[in-house]
């Protein structure tokens, strides 16, 4: 396994391909790096000594020991402790942990590549295990580039003005294929090692160009990253872990790029488009049953937090808030776990996690996402998003009247309240917040593929029977 350190001098070493506010960036540009200290998270965690066992596992293909974000779940096991580590993880960053994006993507190449090679006599699934031996040996970190540019919402991939809007094989020979198109919104692209390419919908016959996965370093040539970097606000007085983490999300282009054979998943099998698309979305969403508990973690400590500092501890509007929270955190983990004993094998071994709970697990809490926060900006009060600067409270002459005026429960010091407030801004009125709050919303799908795939997997007919039944009803 490889540790933070490693991590980074192998980011150091990479070609320059990331463009950002004008210009070309090294990977440890200082706008990145809140990012990649996220990643640290993973690393340091897997290196012990706190979490060593909950985020490290034991590689099915090669038996050694693995950072569990490289790894392919083949038990109950395995996804229960998924999910556990995502939210160990997301409590420790305090928000998107990141990693788990690559992780439900391999997750979803080792069953999908399978059944392609079951019905076509292709040779993916065996390419697939070249790569995730390496890939897990290495302790690498993969994106998950899916979202295409997409064009007109209303037309498929071959009614769009232009070809390109999503990803696609424009010519193949011996060698690979040439990949033209450009994929939007890659967290992480700017900060991992290998980008995994697949398709963001069904497909049909007329479809086949559109119908391509594959993995690729992410420095490689033809190959351009056009990065937005988000971080809670820097301190200069109150350093605090949070505002030391933040995230990169990029539109990924493919501008005739070659792709060699042998990281080819999948060329041109249309009819596994939509399987690939929505193989990724139900382990993500199962992902999403532990970061969404987090998250909500998070709220919960905040409100808690705020209201015994502001003296209004267990007044009967603040219990019922947490009281609903905790209901929201541990349903969306519920519907984790039930997912994960309600799994089945895929052909090629891996567990897959049950549709329908990852789905519901998912729903509610996107749904509840601007409630949530909602409560915590009615906590706050006003203040938090009025304070003024840090460097105010530090001035001689300012400082002294903030201070005094920022006194709440006489029995919480000022630097502790004045702590808390500036984490209620970062948390309520920074961009990177509003960047978040939309990523918990449109993560994994917008929410009408929650509700499309709840549908498409829930037996509504049996529930009329279950109707017809008590109202003695004989068709
Ligand atoms: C912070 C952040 C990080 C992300 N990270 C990643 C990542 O790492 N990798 C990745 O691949 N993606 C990532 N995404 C993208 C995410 O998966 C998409 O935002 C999501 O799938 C929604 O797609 P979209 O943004 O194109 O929205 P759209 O699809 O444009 O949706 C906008 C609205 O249009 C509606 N709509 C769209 N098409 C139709 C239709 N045909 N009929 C009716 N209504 C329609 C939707 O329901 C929605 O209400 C990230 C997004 C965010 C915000």
Known sequence: MRTSEEYLESLRSMKLNVYMGGEIVKRDDPRIVPGINVMRITYDMAGGPENTELFTAVSQYTGEKINRFCNVCDSVDDLLNKQRMIRTGTRLAGFCIQRCMGMDTLNALSIVTKEI?????????????????????????????????????????????????????????????????????????SYCDELVVFPTRTLTAEEK?????????????????????????????????????????????????????????????????????LTFATSHRHSYCGCKPAVEDVIMGLIALTAEYYGVEGKHHIREKLAHLAGIAELVYAAGIAAAVEST??????????????NVGRRLAGENTYDSWGMVADVAGGFP??????????????GPFINKYTVRNPKVSVENMHRLQRTLSDYLSSSWAGVWQVADVHGGGSPVMETIAILANYDFEERKEVVKRLAGIRD
């Open 209 to 277: 160009q559109w119908a391509v996965t594959f993995a690729i370093p992410a420095d490689w040539d033809n190959i351009y990253i056009i990065n937005r970097a988000s971080a809670p606000r820097e301190r200069k007085f109150l350093k605090a872990p949070l505002n030391t983490y933040g995230s990169s999300d990029a539109m990924v282009v493919f501008d005739d790029t070659f792709i060699p054979w042998e990281r080819v998943f999948m060329c041109g099998e249309h009819e596994f488009g939509g399987r690939m698309a």
């Open 345 to 358: 094998k895929s052909s090629s071994g891996t567990q897959v996690p049950g549709a329908i709970y990852c």
């Open 385 to 398: 998003v009025t304070m003024p600067f840090e460097e105010d409270y530090f001035d001689p002459k300012m």
């Open 117 to 189: 090679d079951d019905a076509h006599g292709t040779e993916y699934y065996q390419r697939f295990l070249e790569f995730i031996k390496k890939y897990q040996k290495k302790d690498q970190i993969a994106a998950a580039v899916q979202t295409d540019a997409k064009g007109d919402r209303s037309k498929r991939p071959h009614e769009q003005v232009d070809p390109d809007l999503h990803v696609r094989v424009v010519s193949q020979n011996k060698d690979g294929i040439v990949v033209r198109g450009a994929k939007e919104d890659i967290t992480m692209a």
